[in-house]
């Protein structure tokens, strides 16, 4: 079993940053690709981003290219989320999720394991 626990959400002003974090424990972090996903109410959860287990790949959705950043550290079980020029649609609940088996994804169904998510809130 892998355990995800993501923070760094909150409330912040159109156009500012928030940099989410999200801490792995349990078996082979370093192994697994990982990825952000985000669903606002009313919604479909949708994919943000997503990293290959050894940083040589990495995907975005086109609403975030150019402003949000996907990294990890395999050496602290962390996998991060730097989210500049923030926009009141970004608003939604992140989740973290581990992928055990197989390449990067985009598709949320490949995902394995999930955290419980951190909210983050864009007011304009």
């Known amino acids: 079993q892998v355990q995800l626990v993501e923070s760094g959400g909150g409330l912040v002003q159109a156009g500012g940053s928030l940099r989410l974090s999200c801490a792995a424990s349990?078996?082979?972090?370093?192994?697994?690709?990982m990825g952000w996903f985000r669903q606002a109410p009313g919604k479909e959860r949708e994919f943000v981003a997503a990293?290959?287990?050894?940083?040589?790949?990495?995907y975005y959705a086109d609403s975030v290219k150019g402003r949000f950043t996907i990294s990890r550290d395999n050496a602290k079980n962390a996998v991060y989320l730097k989210m500049n020029s923030l926009k009141p649609e970004d608003t939604a609940f992140y989740y973290c999720?581990?992928?055990?088996?197989?390449?990067?994804?985009?598709?949320?169904?490949?995902?394995?394991?999930w955290g419980q998510g951190t909210q983050v809130t864009v007011s304009s």
């Open positions: 349990g078996r082979t972090f370093s192994n697994y690709p």
């Open positions: 999720a581990a992928r055990s088996t197989g390449r990067i994804t985009t598709m949320a169904y490949y995902y394995d394991y």
């Open positions: 990293i290959s287990w050894d940083v040589s790949n990495t």
